[in-house]
Structure formats: C-alpha cells, structure tokens
C-alpha cells in the first residue's frame, strides 16, 4: 500500500455518485452464506439486508444503516476461489466490458442488470486477476468510508506492475504515479488527481495457490485487536501486524479462505 490517505474523519466520508474508475464497492461469493455473515458482523459490527438475487442468494452489509459490502453464495458445484472482488464504476458497462476484451482481458459474468440496483459484469485482466465493473442506478455503491469497518483501500498484487497497469490505464482513463525504487514495483492509480487504487508487482512472492489477485484493505480502529478476535472467530493470520507509513496493517484470511488486509490509520 502507497500514498497516504489522510487522517479518517471521526464520522467518516459519505459518498454520492463515483467518478468512473474509481472502486466503489466490494463483494464476496462463499459457500457458507450464514457463517460467513455472522464471522463478519462479529468482526466489522456489519448487519445485513437482502440484496440483489440475479446471481444467487446475495446480503448487503450495513454499518449504521449505510451499505458497506456484498457477499453472496456460490452455487454447490461452483469451485472458485473464495476472493474479495472489487467494483471499478463506469458509466457505460458495456462498453466497458467490450473495451476489457479487446484489451486482452476476459469477461466472466455478464454484462446483466441486478434488478433496479444497477448493471454489472465480472471481468479478469490479462494476468488473471478479477474485478467487477459497476454501473449504478438505484446502488450507487458503498455510502461511506473512513470509518472502523469500512473498505480503505483496493491494491492488485501481480507478477510486474508496468503491462498490467498501461491494461487498467487504457480501460478507465487512470492516472498514473509509479514508485520509483530499484526494489519496489508499485503503481498508484488516479482518478481526478486523487489516488484510488494500487498495483504492486510482487513477482514470485505470490501465492501459488492464488496468482494475481486484488487485496481489499479494511479500516479497523485497533489492528491487533482485530486480529485478536479474527482469530477467535475462525479466521487465519497470512502477515502478522507491522507498522507502515500508512498505518498499522495486517492480511489475513476468513474461514473460508478469502484473503483481505486489516489497516488502523494514522490519528
């Protein structure tokens, strides 16, 4: 994770329309739709309501009332990997979508509207990893960030940042600033000026069971207390608590394995 964001507003940031390429909400699809509601309310105090059913059962996660994340539940015969998703906005899906294939990328879901919610697809870039597109009507995405529970950051881990990063670039306009360090390879993404999103190249430190994959990092108010009741609930420790100039962060896994960072962020 690069580029500081800043002290969290104690209420947090409330978000209207997103400009597109800018993550505007988060989902998870497991197989134990229940068990995994309860592992995430215990550990972010989210509640739940039903969601959008076009891919299955899906709940989202609320904290005060306002939407937060989504995760729905796999089909039995459907063996993905367990994976937190990030949604890039756009204003177009379907020219989004046609713009990822010609690009090199594959379209896995859709493009297919989520009732009056809005319209969506799921796609993967050339190296693999997925990421949806999100075209908001009535769902414009998660209401509010900067607060304990809520998604902090999204950071795609790959094998080398620079031909993964000119693929996101030629999709959705970004801006880039990479990092320039002999031992480093990381690219942050701008959308109006503003950073919104990570590449890092990590060669061959990637999990092998894994490949290139997007990380969501979550805001928590104590990270080693977070870990602490993870680990109580079920959930696994990938990287233990280490301090950084962007605060006290930590990766872990759910019990169903699905990979995401805790940060605590600078006061």
Known sequence: MTEARGSADPNGETHARYSPGTPCWVSLMVHGLAATQDFYGQLFGWEFQPGPQQLGPYVRALLDGREVAGIGQLPPDR????????????????????????????????????????????????????????????????????????????????????????????????????????????????VGGRPVAGIHGVGNALPRDRGPHWMTYFEVADTDEALARLVELGGHVLMPTQDSAHGRVASVADPEGARFSLIQSPR
């Open 79 to 190: 063996h993905l990997p367990i994976a937190w998703t990030p949604y890039l906005a756009s204003d177009d899906v379907d020219q989004t979508a046609e713009t990822v294939r010609l690009c090199g990328g594959t379209l896995g879901v859709g493009p297919l509207d989520a009732a009056e919610a809005g319209r969506l697809a799921i796609c993967s870039d050339p190296s693999g990893a997925v990421f949806g597109v999100w075209q908001a009507t009535a769902h414009l995405g998660t209401g509010i960030t900067g607060v304990p529970g809520t998604p902090a950051w999204n950071e795609l881990l790959t094998f080398e940042s620079a031909n993964v990063a000119k693929f996101y670039k030629t999709v959705f306009g970004y801006e880039e600033k990479p990092v320039v360090s002999a031992d480093f390879d990381y690219v942050t993404l701008h």
